[in-house]
């Protein structure tokens, strides 16, 4: 994918919306269950074990059903995982050893993948929508802002055009110039 756009699309409804607008030449990766909102995915990460996956603890129950519903299923893009799994048919074996020689293992959240793969696939522009990563109520957000940062930092640093949607607040005032 040398020189292409990419487009980070996470859950957040305050920044995520304009993705339906995004043209065809921006490849969309986005994460989890975010199949169920009808995007056009290019690559879906799903970093969690298996057993996070298929435990209704995590989801409600019905939507747990349906996520791996979804990745029992073969789709015409890959599902990037830690591991392959042969009951996901998608499922593709994320590079894990190639992303940890790029240095810290900042790994606290799937953003960091993301970034991480981006790096070495040597995209040329990424845009980020729907990851806001609000840091201002606990949550698990207070723990992964920090190297979401980080990996905006070192994808700039590697060259690439990092653009965060102008709702978000991911970096206050981040395109301003």
Not at 27 to 39: C, L, M, P
Not at 118 to 123: D, N
Not at 138 to 159: F, N, T
Request: glycine share 6%; proline share 6%; hydrophobic share 40%.
């Amino acid at each position: 994918m040398a020189g292409g756009k990419v487009a980070f699309v996470g859950f957040s409804a305050k920044s995520n919306q304009a993705v339906k607008d995004l043209p065809a030449d921006v490849e969309i990766w986005t994460v989890n269950h975010a199949w169920k909102f009808g995007w056009r995915i290019g690559r879906l990460f799903e970093m969690h074990p298996k057993e996070h996956i298929e435990s209704p603890r995590f989801y409600t129950p019905e939507l747990q059903a349906k996520h791996v519903e979804f990745l029992r299923e073969n789709h015409a893009f890959p599902v990037y995982m830690l591991q392959r799994n042969d009951d996901y048919p998608a499922s593709v074996e994320y590079p894990i050893g190639r992303t940890l020689a790029l240095g810290r293992r900042r790994f606290s959240s799937t953003f960091c993948y993301m970034a991480a793969l981006a790096i070495l696939e040597r995209v040329s522009h990424v845009e980020i929508y729907g990851f806001d990563m609000d840091d201002s109520y606990e949550s698990e957000y207070r723990y992964q802002r920090p190297d979401a940062l980080y990996w905006i930092g070192r994808m700039e640093g590697a060259g690439i055009t990092v653009t965060v949607n102008e709702n978000s607040p991911l970096i206050p005032d981040a395109n301003l110039s």
